[in-house]
Nanobody, 123 residues
């Protein structure tokens, strides 16, 4: 079992930055991690993913150049650094874990989920 707890969400103005954290516990060794997001009335969508070693990362086109995913395995924590935020980035952001790193996954590809953290970007 893997437990995930996100933090770091909040209210930020357009153009600002936030860093989300996801603390993992349980049997996390060798797990790939990812961030998804879900806006009101929309489906949950992939944002970024990272391999266990951190050597491979994938991003959705709409965040390339603005968001960076990273991990610190010594702290069992994954981060999502978000910059140049836009109002359309407003969503609940979820951390997810799975044994496989997918290039362009859907929510069904991941086995474990956190409870989510709200990010609101104002104009």
């Amino acid at each position: 079992q893997v437990q995930l707890v996100e933090s770091g969400g909040g209210l930020v103005q357009a153009g600002g930055s936030l860093r989300l954290s996801c603390a993992a516990s349980g049997r996390t060794f060798s797990y790939a991690m990812a961030w998804f997001r879900q806006a009101p009335g929309k489906e949950r969508e992939f944002v970024a993913g990272i391999s266990w070693s951190g050597s491979s990362t994938y991003y959705a086109d709409f965040v390339k150049g603005r968001f960076t995913i990273s991990r610190d395995n010594a702290k069992n924590t994954v981060y999502l650094q978000m910059s140049s935020l836009k109002p359309e980035d407003t969503a609940v952001y979820y951390c997810a874990a799975d044994r496989v790193l997918y290039r362009a996954p859907g929510p069904d590809d991941y086995d474990y989920w956190g409870q989510g953290t709200q990010v609101t970007v104002s104009t």
